[in-house]
């Protein structure tokens, strides 16, 4: 008597291969500021301003670059303006007339550019195109005029981020003093810091 076994033999192909090196790496944003005796810095200084300063002085344009060193595109630039007063301790008013114990009120923003766009335009006279500047001389003299004291308050938001791995923007001022202003003023200082900051994301601003 024989026993038949029925034996199932499977032999299929098979081969494996592997994906290797997959590398997920962060790209940057770096900002980079260049201005008349500085290029390409983290942070440059006395990119503007004047010393020896007197009524019918003007001082400008003064530029700096705004750079995208990173690989990353920017969604915006936000520029924030702020400024403190010395008030000359030393100032005779018996001699010299009144003072004018805050300089920054007569030194007027005649030209503020960023890129190809005129941050002073007035399309109705009087009235500034930009909401953040028109805020900030409604809450001084709201004479349709800039002075450094107006400015000192405010941020400017969601401005053209230059390109990323170099590209740039300009940003310019021109400030000056009116002939009209008198002694008042002699010896103060006005210290201005503009802050530039570079965002990914259009929820991003400077504080």
């Known amino acids: 008597m024989f026993a038949a076994v029925g034996l199932g033999t499977n032999a299929y192909f098979s081969d494996t291969e592997a994906s290797t090196n997959n590398v997920f790496s962060v790209g940057t944003l770096d900002l980079k500021l260049t201005d008349s005796n500085e290029t ?35 969604d915006h630039v936000d520029i924030k303006f702020q ?4 008030d000359n301790a030393t100032y005779n008013e018996a001699d010299l007339g009144a003072n004018i114990t ?6 007027g923003v005649s030209a503020l550019s960023y890129g190809a766009t005129n941050l002073l335009q007035q399309t109705v006279p009087g009235t500034f195109d930009n909401a953040s500047i028109e805020a900030a001389d409604n809450a001084g003299n709201n004479d349709g005029a800039l002075t450094m004291n107006e400015l000192g308050s405010v941020t400017l938001q969601s401005l053209a981020a230059p390109a990323a791995s170099g590209g740039t923007i300009v ?15 002699q010896g103060d200082q006005v210290n201005v810091t503009v802050t530039f900051g570079l965002y990914q994301d259009a929820s991003q601003h400077i504080s």
């Not at 390409?40 to 060193?69: E, H, I, R």
């Not at 805050?102 to 030194?107: A, K, N, Q």
């Open 83 to 86: 400024s403190a007063v010395t």
């Open 40 to 74: 390409d810095q983290d942070g440059v200084t006395a990119s503007f301003g004047g010393t020896g300063l007197k009524p019918g002085s003007s001082v400008g344009p003064a530029t700096v670059t705004v750079k995208n060193s990173g690989s990353l595109t920017a």
């Open 171 to 185: 940003f310019s001022i021109t400030v000056g003093i009116a002939t009209s202003v008198g002694n008042g003023i």
């Open 102 to 107: 805050d300089m920054s009120t007569v030194l």
